[in-house]
């Protein structure tokens, strides 16, 4: 079946350090692939998607590119916030068979001043 | 505008009860999807629910799983007979979807918080 592999966490970086989250996904065909951002005590929202190849999301200074010959959808931002600070989960849905989303394990993000 | 709600927001009960958790999705959505949060664990799926098609239940781990979706809105998950194991935050999201597709954003509410003694 479908899978979504995050790289573990926790990340712990600077304040206006980069960061780069690794994802990569196996499908059967071209899923459309999200990041999800989960705030302490707070459930997951939407922080960007792209739903095919070469697609590049992007929202908050957040920006990843659906990249299909590696399957990949590494999440990256230039300067990182302490209020980035956060869980973000990668997550993969094929078009046909189920619909059902598929999430990586989620990768823990802490951003110190 | 209103965002989903779940209730309770955390539910403490013993061994071998019945819970009920509760979700309330945003108007207009379509699909309601339910999924279990272990600590360190990703999101697993538990039920999906789109339209008038047939609940997908294929992510329930055991029949002391259940749930229904009233008029196409409100959900209630039931978990009878509660083991130690079903301990966890429970996660309800619900998506627009007028057909399904793979495209649409899912919108999560706050989670319900169960444990179990």
């Known amino acids: 079946g479908d899978s979504v592999t995050q790289m573990e966490g926790p990340v712990t970086l600077s304040e206006e350090a980069f960061l780069t989250i690794n994802c990569t996904y196996t499908a059967t065909g071209y899923p459309s692939l999200f990041w999800y951002v989960q705030y302490p005590g707070e459930g997951l929202q939407l922080l960007l998607k792209a739903t095919k190849a070469d697609d590049k999301g992007s929202n908050k200074g957040f920006e990843a590119t659906y990249r299909k010959e590696t399957t990949s959808f590494h999440l990256e931002k230039g300067s990182v916030q302490v209020s980035d600070s956060a869980v973000y989960f990668c997550a993969s849905r094929e078009a046909g068979g189920s619909y059902i989303p598929t999430f990586g394990r989620g990768t823990s993000l802490i951003v110190h001043p | 505008g209103a965002g989903v709600s779940q209730s309770p927001s955390n539910k403490v009960t013993e061994k071998g009860k019945d819970v009920e958790l509760r979700c309330d999705p945003i108007?207009?959505?379509?699909?309601l999807y339910w999924y279990r949060q272990s600590l360190g664990q990703g999101l697993e799926f538990l039920i999906y629910f789109q339209g008038n098609s047939a609940p997908d239940k294929s992510g329930l781990p055991s029949d002391r799983f259940s749930a229904e979706r009233t008029g196409g809105s409100v959900s209630t998950l039931t978990i009878q007979r509660t083991q130690q194991e079903d301990s966890a935050v429970y996660l309800c999201a619900s998506s627009l979807e007028r057909e399904r597709t793979a495209t649409d954003t899912q919108y999560f509410g706050p989670g319900t918080r169960l444990t179990v003694l």
């Open positions: 108007s207009g959505h379509t699909a």
